[in-house]
C-alpha cells in the first residue's frame, strides 16, 4: 500500500489548491481514503475522509465548507480541494487510509505529504 500526496505550494489567504493523492500497490476503492495535516509545534489535525461503502465525507470543524474530498477511481487519484485558505490551514497534508473510531477518525499507512503555505 503507496500513497502519494502532491499538488502544495505557496498561496495567498483566500486562495485555493487541488491536492492530489495516488495509489499504488492497490485500488482506492478498497479502502476508506483521507486526509490529516501536521504543522510545526502542533499535533496531527485528521482534515478529511470518504467512506467507500455508502460515499458519507468527514471534514474537521476547520475546514468544512471550504474543503471538498472527492476520489476518480478511473484515475486511482483521491483529491482535497482546498478553497478560502486561510494561514492557519499551513501544514504538510499527507493522504492516508482512514477509518471511524468512536473518538474520531485514524489515519494510518500514510506515504510522503505535500507542504501548503497561505500567506497573509
Known amino acids: 500500500v503507496q500513497l502519494q500526496a502532491s499538488g502544495g505550494g505557496l498561496v495567498q489567504a483566500g486562495g485555493s489548491l487541488r491536492l492530489s493523492c495516488a495509489a499504488s500497490?492497490?485500488?482506492?476503492?478498497?479502502?476508506?481514503i483521507g486526509w490529516f495535516r501536521q504543522a510545526p509545534g502542533k499535533e496531527r489535525e485528521g482534515v478529511s475522509c470518504?467512506?467507500?461503502?455508502?460515499?458519507?465525507?468527514y471534514y474537521a470543524d476547520s475546514v468544512k465548507g471550504r474543503f471538498t474530498i472527492s476520489r476518480d477511481n478511473a484515475k486511482n487519484t483521491e483529491y482535497l480541494q482546498m478553497n478560502s485558505l486561510k494561514p492557519e490551514d499551513t501544514a504538510v497534508y499527507y493522504c492516508?487510509?482512514?477509518?471511524?473510531?468512536?473518538?474520531?477518525?485514524?489515519?494510518?499507512?500514510w506515504g510522503q505529504g505535500t507542504q501548503v503555505t497561505v500567506s497573509s
Open positions: 492516508a487510509i482512514c477509518r471511524k473510531e468512536p473518538y474520531g477518525y485514524e489515519y494510518d499507512h
Open positions: 470518504i467512506s467507500v461503502s455508502d460515499g458519507n465525507t
Open positions: 500497490g492497490f485500488t482506492l476503492d478498497d479502502y476508506d
